[in-house]
C-alpha cells in the first residue's frame, strides 16, 4: 500500500544513491524502496556512479541541475552502502552542492545497506543529520538493510508499516497550500 493522501495525485519521488557501483544492490534497494513509498517508479532516478568525477566540478551543469531537479520533489529516497561505517564520498559530493536549507520542502528518507548489524545506526548517525542541516523534512527514523536482505521484501516492510502514516502526514502540507 503507497503512502495515501486524501484528495491528492501521487507525490513526485526521485532516489538519489551513492554507491560508486553503477546499478548497485543500493540503487535497487532504494528504488523498491520508493515504489513501496508511492505505488509508482521513482522518477528521476540518480545514480552518482553516472556522474563519476564531475561531481567534483562545481561548473558542471548537469550536476547542478540534477541538484535542482532533487529540491523539487516531494519525496526522495537518500540511499548510500555503509562505507567506513558511514555514508560514501560520491553522497558527501553531491550534498556538499546543496545550499544551506536546500532541501527545505523536501520529505527525505535515509536508507543505507550494510555487512552487517554493527552498522545498524549509521543512517541515523551520519546520514540524517547531513539532510537535516540541508532542511529536509525527516518525519521517520533513517533505514538500514543488511546487503544480504536489499530484495527481501520483508526486510523492508517493518520499516514501510510503522512510516507510512508519517510519511503522508509530512507530506499534506505541500499537498494543501
Do not use: C
Not at 42 to 53: E, H, K, N, R, W
Not at 84 to 112: C, E, I, Q, W, Y
Request: glycine share 8%; aromatic share 8%; net charge negative.
Amino acid at each position: 500500500m503507497a503512502v495515501d493522501i486524501p484528495g491528492i495525485s501521487a507525490p513526485q519521488v526521485g532516489v538519489v544513491v551513492g554507491n560508486p557501483k553503477p546499478a548497485s544492490r543500493t540503487y535497487q534497494a532504494a528504488r523498491y524502496l520508493a515504489e513501496q513509498l508511492t505505488g509508482l517508479p521513482p522518477d528521476p532516478v540518480v545514480d552518482l556512479a553516472d556522474f563519476g568525477t564531475r561531481l567534483l566540478d562545481w561548473t558542471d551543469e548537469s550536476v547542478a541541475e540534477t541538484v535542482k531537479t532533487v529540491t523539487s520533489l516531494d519525496l526522495v529516497v537518500f540511499a548510500s552502502p555503509t562505507y567506513k561505517a558511514s555514508v560514501t564520498g560520491l553522497l558527501k559530493l553531491f550534498l556538499d552542492r546543496f545550499p544551506l536549507n536546500g532541501l527545505d520542502g523536501v520529505v527525505a528518507v535515509p536508507l543505507m545497506l550494510g555487512g552487517g548489524p554493527s552498522h545498524a545506526l549509521a543512517p541515523e548517525l551520519f546520514l540524517k543529520p547531513v539532510l537535516a542541516e540541508l532542511g529536509a523534512t525527516l518525519p521517520t527514523r533513517s533505514l538500514f538493510v543488511l546487503e544480504g536482505s536489499y530484495s527481501d521484501p520483508d526486510a523492508f516492510e517493518p520499516w514501510i508499516s510503522s512510516s507510512r502514516a508519517r510519511l503522508a502526514a509530512a507530506l499534506r502540507p505541500a499537498y494543501s497550500a
